[in-house]
């Protein structure tokens, strides 16, 4: 986990474009937020300024004492959506790092070191719920009741066949009321 949490500091000071924005403020709980836009098929992808949304209402809903981290992961395969959600937080003013695309040991790693994972119903899914990190999916092909992350640390989104109906806010809430529990 400390080789994983390097890599996301990296991230988040290539971001930052400073070594200081790796510091966390003395005493601040440092909480990582993942963000992964992509996946395969189309039809599965949650719309990019939804993910923009989700990204910067939970930058600025830390808790006191907490310090909340947003890194975006890039995907071999789905090149051009997590530069496209990047640069839409970094136009609001949220600063987050950006996690260039690699193999899947490297994505677990990092996301064996995350708080939160949201992200479309792809294979990353599978491994956040392999690793019993909190996620926040969203589905439009398969049921998630049968395909979907099975642990109380998972809140998953369903809209059969048209995903770009789900809305932000109950994702916000769930990312919130799992960012408040405990750890997987």
Same mark, same amino acid.
């Given at each position: 986990?400390?080789a ?30 993942? %963000? ?7 039809l599965?992808?949650w ?6 949304a ?34 839409g937080?970094?136009?609001?003013g ?9 193999g ?9 070191? %995350?708080?939160?994972l949201?992200c ?10 392999? %690793?019993?990190?909190a ?50």
């Amino acid at each position: 986990r400390p080789a994983a949490r390097a890599r996301l500091e990296e991230a988040g000071r290539a971001a930052a474009g400073d070594e200081a924005a790796g510091t966390a403020a003395p005493g601040a709980r440092v909480r990582w937020i993942g %963000l992964h836009p992509g996946a395969a098929n189309s039809l599965k992808c949650w719309p990019l300024d939804r993910f923009v949304a989700l990204g910067a209402a939970l930058a600025t809903h830390s808790r006191a004492g907490e310090e909340r981290r947003l890194v975006v992961f890039d995907a071999p395969r789905e090149r051009g959506r997590a530069a496209a959600v990047h640069a839409g937080l970094v136009a609001r003013g949220v600063r987050a790092g950006f996690v260039p695309a690699g193999g899947i040991a490297e994505f677990a790693a990092a996301c064996a070191a %995350l708080d939160l994972l949201a992200c479309n119903d792809s294979g990353v899914v599978h491994v956040a719920a392999a %690793l019993r990190v909190a996620s926040v999916s969203f589905h439009a092909l398969g049921d998630p009741a049968e395909w979907g992350p099975r642990h109380p640390h998972a809140a998953t989104f369903w809209a059969p066949r048209a995903i770009e109906t789900l809305p932000v806010e109950p994702a916000v809430e769930a990312a919130e009321r799992l960012l408040a529990g405990p750890p997987g």
